[in-house]
């Protein structure tokens, strides 16, 4: 079953075509990578996943409960379908704690109202404790259940990526986009996010399509691999085919 197709997608900037003719698809429960050379399309693809721009034609279907297309896709909206995503530069509230962050990625699935937040009754406080017990839950399985009370600002950057994804699964997502999850980490934190992602798929049942530059990332986590150049998809396929194939060494890896 394929969770996300894409058809004939283009995206125009005026003149400038950042996105021609993309076609993919992605099954569920599968991790797929995406690479490509800086200003191949590779963000502007996510952005258009999550509903911050529209495409000047195509279409994005999301096979979720409801079949959703790219003409409903609303950034306010997205996390709620199930899309979640995180971003190249980290975007942590940084004056906020650890666990403060991974609560606001609760808010919508917080059970109670308005009325009784406001008159503070039972349900806002058994609402409230739920998501503080999950929040806890999470900082454990990323080891950062010792530094709950920690301003964001104050972690090394590669705890501050690993809060940023566990605020993500705080919203309970079935399609999770990771934007350069391993930019800016050392080879052993790169290591342990690769296993780090493995177990979070297959624990929660999702399915992940990543942006990255570290090749060894992608080839040893990624079941499937597309190659954008200049906003459009020169090949696809499973690692070792991507690996050796002439067009991608020669437009990525640096071969002639």
């Known amino acids: 079953m394929y969770l996300m197709e894409v058809k004939n997608l283009y995206k125009n900037f005026g003149g400038i075509k950042a996105i021609t003719d993309i076609n993919m698809s992605v099954k569920k429960d599968e991790i797929v990578g995406i690479i490509g050379p800086n200003g191949a399309g590779k963000t502007t693809f996510f952005n258009l996943l999550t509903g911050i721009y529209k495409p000047t034609s195509g279409i994005i279907n999301l096979n979720f409960e409801k079949k959703l297309t790219s003409r409903e896709f609303k950034p306010h909206k997205m996390v709620q379908y199930g899309v979640v995503r995180t971003f190249q530069n980290i975007r942590l509230f940084k004056e906020m704690t650890v666990i403060e962050n991974v609560l606001m990625g609760y808010h919508n699935n917080i059970n109670y109202g308005v009325l009784p937040s406001i008159f503070r009754l039972n349900s806002f406080y058994n609402g409230e404790k739920s998501a503080y017990d999950e929040a806890l839950k999470l ?45 800016g980490m050392n080879p052993y934190e790169t290591k342990e996010l690769t296993k780090l992602i493995r177990w979070i798929k297959d624990e929660f049942n999702l399915t992940i399509i990543l942006i990255e530059h570290d090749m060894s990332l992608v080839m040893e986590i990624c079941e499937r691999v597309y190659v954008f150049d200049y906003g459009t998809l020169i090949a696809d396929g499973i690692p070792e085919e991507i690996q050796n194939n002439p067009r991608v060494i020669k437009a990525y890896l640096g071969g002639e």
């Open 139 to 183: 900082l454990e399985v990323f080891d950062l259940s010792n530094k709950s009370m920690v301003l964001a600002k104050h972690l090394p950057y590669g705890e501050q990526r690993k809060l940023e994804i566990a605020r993500a699964l705080a919203s309970r997502p079935k399609l999770l986009l990771l934007d350069e999850p391993a930019a």
